[in-house]
């Protein structure tokens, strides 16, 4: 069993060895736990029996979530487009759709300002200036909150494929199924639930940004006896952030361009759409391989995901809407994705 760090946030400022292990985390490892993040025991307990009300509701109890926006906007959609996805449905279930929204961003809100202070961490890590990643990336960032229900797999399938995520940093809070599995100097390790923890990896952007100084690590889910559930947040760059590598890494560039010839960037050996990055901004990075995503899509995986998003950076099915309650309940399919900026609807 590997020795995955395990952070306390409120230890941090007070403990070296917790600092160093954070930077071990960071640099090394590219996957660590963090305790006391922001939701108590009783919170996450909610957090998923309203999870799995919410994924065995009738189709016409999730149309009424995906109509409520007030703090997020709520969609559904299949990861694979191909698979026979089994749900058991409770026709007498109703679900209690503004508790169900103010209880997730509660949640999205504890996730997105735990990903924030790590930013914060990592300056202070790696003896940036103050603000430099957050100043650079992060003013505003776009976020997304899911919940994940894995269908139980065929042998010799998998959940999701190995991958790196492409974003800055994901948090994860997971149920006590496991499965999620770490690569880690060539070898696969599982990463078993700790009960309250998060789970955090670095995304292939905060990788390539500091010239790999910042670790990506692979990551999967292996195939169940039992289906699981986890809610990932992933903290992406804010939409007018620059990629732009920073210079206070460039010392690294060598052993990080060695690196990048010798690993895979996805299953097929091949470079994924959307792991190299350039200049631009996220909103174009976006557009191209989010908005556009089933174009790219590589991986295939047996899961149902539930996405909550903040509304004015929301992406939704369906052509243009006049009304903000008015959103239909179809499955996410290529170029009908649209924007909800601000107060008004349009596509980029």
């Known amino acids: 069993m590997f020795n995955f760090p395990i952070i306390d946030l409120n230890k941090l400022e007070s403990s070296s060895s917790e600092r160093e292990e954070l930077r071990r985390g960071l640099t090394d490892v590219g996957f660590f736990y963090v305790k006391n993040w922001g939701l108590s025991e009783s919170e ?18 999730q149309k009424k979530l995906e109509a409520y926006i007030r703090n997020m906007a709520h969609s559904f959609y299949l990861f694979d487009m191909d698979s026979e996805f089994i749900q058991k449905v409770d026709p007498n279930l109703k679900l209690d759709i503004k508790r169900i929204d103010e209880k997730f961003w509660k949640m999205f809100l504890a996730m997105k300002n735990t990903g924030l202070d790590l930013l914060t961490w990592f300056e202070k890590i790696f ?67 700790i009960e309250g923890s998060l789970i955090i990896n670095l995304g292939r952007m905060l990788e390539y940004f ?6 990506g690590a692979w990551h999967r889910v292996r195939a169940h006896k039992t289906d699981r559930i986890s809610w990932p947040f992933f903290l992406n ?10 210079d206070e890494f460039k010392s690294n560039e060598a052993a990080f361009t060695d690196l990048e010839k010798k690993r895979r960037i996805n299953v097929s050996g091949t470079y994924e759409p959307g792991t190299t990055f350039g200049s631009g901004t996220y909103r174009d990075w976006h557009n191209k391989y989010v908005v556009n995503a089933d174009e790219h899509r590589r991986n295939r995986g047996h899961l149902k995901i539930w996405e909550m998003e903040e509304p004015a950076k929301a992406e939704v099915d ?31």
Do not use: M
């Open 210 to 215: 500091t010239y790999g100084v910042a670790k």
């Open 44 to 61: 996450l307990q909610e957090i998923e029996a309203l999870t799995r009300e919410v994924f065995t509701a009738s189709d016409a109890e």
């Open 127 to 193: 003896s940036l200036q103050q603000g430099r990643l957050r100043e650079q990336f992060a003013t505003d960032p776009v976020c997304c909150l899911h919940g994940n229900y894995y269908d139980k797999t065929p042998k010799g399938e998998w959940g999701i494929e190995s991958h790196l995520d492409k974003g800055l940093i994901t948090l994860l809070y997971q149920d006590q199924t496991g499965g999620l599995e770490a690569e880690y100097e060539g070898k696969w390790y599982p990463i078993p639930p």
């Open 237 to 246: 760059p804010s939409f007018d952030a620059q990629f732009a590598r920073l």
């Open 318 to 348: 369906g052509p243009s809407f006049k009304s903000l309650q008015a959103l239909p309940n179809q499955w996410k399919q290529p170029n009908s994705r649209v924007y909800l900026n601000g107060s008004s609807w349009g596509g980029y």
